[in-house]
């Protein structure tokens, strides 16, 4: 990619504090937006083949949306827990086995995405964020749910096509959770909680494509309960 091509984008997202540079082939991070850390609100440089970010990622301090979708990213650095503003984190289609601990810094996260990895724990210590709205760990080869999901802030997660077989009880517990997707999973039926039905928030359990007819559902215990929830939102956003 020619220098005036990166150029003419510099210049540009000097003004809008806006940086895309999608599909450009770019092997790293560009060095050259260290010149921008006063400006950048958005980057999005999705569809290159980024094997890793440097740790002056913890410079851009007014940074709001970060999207590395489908590059080849293995790790982030610790710097990114700097990222104090920063809302939106997009990281689908990387090969991330693991989260660094200083995640759980990013304390204005409401997305974080990081579908089609290669993460095979359920990754702890994201409690702290507690603004989060969405997190989407769909498409990676997670086994089971942990009892530490109760510290969860999150309205939904996503943990479709994974290879669960275990989920805790205690994800009934997550306080504003809504939303919980597990198909195309491993998932006996004796393996869901029926508290998940009885007692928790939860208005969209999503469970096709398991090891059971979703059916079956009704033959447990707090099914009622969770058909309530179910339609109400049904009604509210009708």
Do not use: W
Request: aromatic share 4%; glycine share 6%; proline share 4%.
């Amino acid at each position: 990619m020619g220098n005036s091509v990166l150029k003419s984008h510099l210049e540009t997202s000097q003004k809008t504090g806006v940086f895309q540079l999608m599909g450009k082939g770019l092997q790293e991070f560009p060095e050259e937006l260290q010149r921008l850390t006063a400006n950048l609100r958005t980057v999005d440089l999705s569809g290159n083949k980024i094997e890793s970010l440097p740790a002056s990622i913890g410079n851009f301090l007014l940074l709001r949306s970060l999207t590395l979708n489908n590059n080849r990213l293995h790790e982030l650095p610790a710097e990114i827990g700097k990222l104090k503003k920063l809302e939106t984190l997009s990281l689908n289609g990387n090969q991330i086995q693991q989260l660094p601990p200083s995640l759980g810094q990013l304390k204005a996260l409401r997305t974080l995405s990081l579908a089609g990895n290669q993460i095979s724990k359920f990754p702890l210590g994201l409690g702290s964020l507690r603004q989060l709205d969405l997190l989407d760990l769909s498409q990676n080869q997670i086994q089971s749910v942990p009892a530490e999901v109760a510290e969860l802030q999150a309205i939904e997660i996503n943990l479709n096509q994974n290879q669960i077989s275990v989920v805790s009880a205690e994800v009934s517990h997550c306080p504003r959770l809504k939303v919980l997707r597990l198909e195309e999973n491993c998932l006996e039926l004796s393996s869901i909680p029926q508290s998940i039905l009885a007692e928790s928030q939860v208005s969209l359990f999503s469970v096709e494509g398991n090891l059971f007819e979703v059916k079956k559902l009704r033959d447990l215990e707090g099914y009622d309960k969770y058909m309530e929830r179910f339609t109400a939102t049904k009604k509210k956003f009708a």
